[in-house]
């Protein structure tokens, strides 16, 4: 029997003229130590091995009293990008994550100590209103952090840097996190479930 080589990622790549794609992303992330995850969610796979879809399955489920926490951001100052590493047969993405804090008090700067020298995931939500997952349970995730007191009128803020390898570039989340502010969302799956667009 012969070995079936194609993948169900393997298909067309439509675009419609006139389509807005609105870049950026939106003021608040999440982030979470991966000592604290319980169970990830998962990529469905073929029969090699190889991710089926760009999308997870099921939920974050932390250990008992964990939480997601929150960094605000300045969108205007903050990426989200993906690029190629290495060599076929072993390429895979490198995801990188800048997010800027405004703020150079105390608390950004014990954030700072605890970044640095922790594993974490981020999740942080694209201006369609999709999660994006920085973070998985495969390879680490190296945190750097950057903070600039300003100058003149240069303005400070703290810079926390992100890069992690990945299979796929950011892959969307549609699960729940559980965060110090209760249950949250994306707005795409919230939107969802307000009653009149298809919602219980």
């Not at 939106?26 to 469905?44: D, Q, V």
């Not at 796979?45 to 099921?58: A, E, F, I």
């Not at 939920?59 to 300045?74: P, W």
């Amino acid at each position: 029997m012969a070995r079936e080589c194609t993948t169900a990622l393997q298909k067309s790549l439509a675009w419609c003229d006139g389509m807005p794609q609105h870049p950026g992303i939106r003021r608040r992330a999440y982030f979470c130590n991966k000592n604290l995850i319980a169970k990830w969610p998962t990529l469905t796979r073929d029969s090699m091995g190889r991710p089926t879809s760009g999308k997870y399955t099921g939920d974050f489920e932390l250990v008992e009293g964990a939480k997601f926490q929150y960094i605000d951001i300045n969108p205007d100052k903050s990426q989200l990008t993906s690029e190629p590493q290495g060599e076929s047969p072993s390429q895979t993405q490198l995801n990188k994550l800048v997010l800027m804090h405004n703020g150079v008090d105390e608390e950004a700067t014990g954030a700072a100590g605890f970044l640095n020298n922790s594993d974490n995931v981020y999740i942080v939500e694209d201006m369609a209103g999709n999660f994006r997952v920085v973070g998985n349970d495969k390879w680490p995730t190296k945190t750097t952090v950057n903070q600039d007191n300003g100058q003149g009128t240069s303005p400070a803020g703290t810079t926390i840097n992100v890069e992690v390898t990945d299979e796929l570039a950011a892959p969307f989340y549609e699960g729940v996190l559980e965060t110090d502010d209760g249950d949250v969302y994306s707005s795409v799956i919230a939107a969802s479930q307000t009653p009149g667009n298809g919602g219980n």
